[in-house]
């Protein structure tokens, strides 16, 4: 797909320009889960992704983490073509990925062990890291002996540990209970805040997004496009139960609703078609 | 001081779900210690009672006159002469010149240097076949070519039984330790190549691309996440294959191997001795089960962090 030379300013954090990705390309079970994204994100900003599941939140994702190759368009990150993995964006999954045979701070310290860092140096980064989450006490613990928010907070430091200026969270709360996930996102914006580094964060949650965004990125049914981007100018820390609060839900909601419906509606003939 | 608004907020949650945490780890841990010990005995007494069911119906035919103590003798013949059964034991001295039935080691002795010598056969070629098995089954997934030139010989090769490989590892090592290794390696070594490949292809995505945001090489990858996430499911595989272990070695040792509890079996058939064909089976599957026993400890000592799903299974 042809696409004129990308204008862009080279300090943006993430910029995409014409990103497509189809699945199993060239072969018969292709299909497309992504089309012509265009998107810049500026340093520092947080940015939600909202859309129906299955419109190709976490294919983007994984494309500017530089996990899979997009099949159209091209990504950059601070002036650097996307191409391969790099710890300057995190990725942080919704299940549980951390390793089970390690301990928390070796958890954390993954990264830096991996360059070959010193043990006392990867102690003393897990300890920062994980000071910055409120989980110092459970330094030695296994990952299974930890509740669900505790483990995705560990995840965070992890992430953190890396000193990322992206990062990437797909749906990292999904599977947590309401309360705990309230918690987590009020943990997130002190982190955000403190880190300086952009947050790209998938949803699908409307509540979420109004709680957490700078700005609203909303998609449209497979294959993905975006169909609007919402700027939230909400001051923070946010009251959720404000008049603009509500008034930004009900549109996120009529924007979402079509997708939805649309969404369903393709799965229904697929479903009646096989 | 990093969290700067709600410091004091966060500061309160972690305080609270601290002390929450450490019961919620600390009191299962302590009531599944109570429950593991309970759990142990009442797994024994199962055993015994079992076994000890198995046993006096074998009692009760013989005292009805049913199995002809000449052929089937029940267990308290069989193992009430311990002394003269354990004599034969020793075939590794038996047939040296000059040493008469009753000389050389004790009965006790005997069995201990035999059941020793066969142990040690199975427990070298389990370790043999694992190291080999996982290394090969790693190479595959990690090199192409390496994947294309092996992996077809090793899947035509793997239903292949043990018995027919008994020749040629007669041919090869002749007799003594070395073929019944080999025949414990080479029943094993096929399937764990390919129970290696499963769990490798089994390794969840994420772990491995978390490790890739990080930075990790391909040599990292292998070595510091997929090797650790498949050792659970690799011993699974060794304990599966642990049977299998202790009849090929049976069967090594049967022909001319020297000595072993292969070549007791052999001489009981020979000189038409059921009573010691009964107790080597017997001390076969104490072993067996000894070995069993050892592998599940090891399992739950190494692999902590493994759910337990059977006692979820069990409330079905
Ligand atoms: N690794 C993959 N291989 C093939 N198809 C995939 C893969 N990952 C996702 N898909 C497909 O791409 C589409 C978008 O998936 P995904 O990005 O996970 O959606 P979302 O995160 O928005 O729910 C879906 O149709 C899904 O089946
Ligand atoms: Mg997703």
């Not at chain 1, 603009?244 to 009646?272: H, Y």
């Not at chain 2, 038996?94 to 010598?117: F, K």
């Not at chain 2, 098995?133 to 192409?144: L, N, S, T």
Request: charged residues 20%.
């Amino acid at each position: 797909m042809a696409f004129d030379a990308p204008t862009f300013s080279s300090r943006d954090a993430v910029v995409c320009r014409g990103v497509g990705k189809t699945w199993a390309a060239g072969t018969k079970r292709a299909h497309e889960a992504l089309r012509e994204i265009d998107l810049d994100i500026k340093p520092g900003e947080f940015v939600v992704f909202l859309g129906p599941s299955g419109c190709g939140k976490s294919t983007l994702l994984y494309l500017i983490a530089g996990l899979e190759d997009s099949t159209e368009g091209q990504t950059w990150s601070f002036g650097e073509l996307v191409e391969t993995p790099s710890p300057e964006r995190s990725l942080i999954f919704q299940e549980t990925s951390l390793f089970p045979w390690l301990t928390v701070w070796q958890n954390v310290s993954f990264g830096l062990a991996i360059r070959g860092a010193s043990q006392a140096e990867r102690r003393a980064v897990a300890a920062e890291a994980l000071q910055r989450v409120g989980l110092s006490a459970a330094m030695d613990k296994r990952p299974d002996e930890l509740s669900g928010g505790m483990r995705q907070r560990v995840a965070v430091a992890r992430a953190l540990a890396m000193r990322p200026k992206v990062l990437l969270m797909d749906e990292p709360f999904a599977a947590l209970d309401v309360q705990t996930r309230a918690r987590m996102q009020d943990f997130l914006l002190d982190v955000w805040r403190d880190s300086g580094a952009s947050v790209l964060f998938v949803t699908h949650h409307i509540d979420e997004a109004v709680a957490l965004a700078d700005r609203v990125v909303v998609f449209t049914a497979r294959p993905g496009r975006i169909k609007t981007i919402c700027p939230i100018d909400l001051p923070r820390p946010r009251n959720l139960f404000s008049r603009e609060a509500e008034a930004i839900r009900i549109q996120l909601t009529e924007l979402l609703r079509d997708e939805v419906d649309r969404a369903f509606a393709e799965q229904e003939a697929l479903a009646t078609a096989t | 001081m990093a969290v700067v608004s709600r410091d004091g907020d966060t500061g309160a949650a972690a305080g609270a779900s601290r002390p929450a945490a450490a019961t919620r780890s600390f009191e299962p841990a302590r009531m599944l210690a109570n429950v593991g010990r309970l759990d142990w005995l009442a797994k024994m007494w199962w055993a015994c009672l079992s076994v000890g069911l198995f046993a006096g119906l074998w009692e009760l035919c013989w005292a009805l006159g049913w199995a002809d103590p000449q052929l089937l003798p029940p267990p308290h013949i069989f193992l009430s002469n311990f002394g003269e059964q354990g004599k034969f034991f020793n075939t590794a001295t038996r047939w040296q010149v000059g040493n008469a039935m009753g000389e050389g080691p004790s009965a006790l002795e005997s069995v201990m240097i035999t059941v020793g010598a066969t142990t040690m056969r199975v427990f070298v070629g389990l370790v043999l076949a694992t190291v080999l098995a996982i290394g090969i089954g790693v190479a595959i997934r990690y090199w192409h070519l390496f994947d294309k030139l092996v992996l077809p010989t090793v899947t035509l090769l793997s239903p292949v039984s043990p018995i027919a490989w008994l020749p040629v590892a007669i041919f090869l090592f002749g007799i003594g330790n070395a073929p019944a290794i080999f025949m414990v390696v080479v029943a094993l070594f096929f399937h764990m190549v390919l129970a290696t490949i499963n769990q490798i292809d089994g390794v969840s995505p994420n772990l491995i691309n978390v490790a890739r945001t990080m930075g990790a090489s391909k040599a990292q990858i292998y070595g510091r996440v997929i090797v650790p996430a498949i050792l659970p499911g690799m011993l699974a595989v060794l304990r599966l294959n642990l049977f299998g272990a202790w009849m090929v070695v049976l069967v090594a040792e049967s022909t001319g191997v020297g000595y072993g509890m292969g070549q007791v079996i052999m001489l009981a058939r020979n000189t038409f001795n059921p009573s010691l064909v009964f107790f080597t089976i017997a001390v076969i599957g104490v072993l067996g089960f000894a070995f069993d026993w050892l592998l599940r400890l090891a399992q739950r000592r190494i692999l902590y962090w493994l759910p337990d799903t059977k006692e979820k299974l069990r409330g079905l």
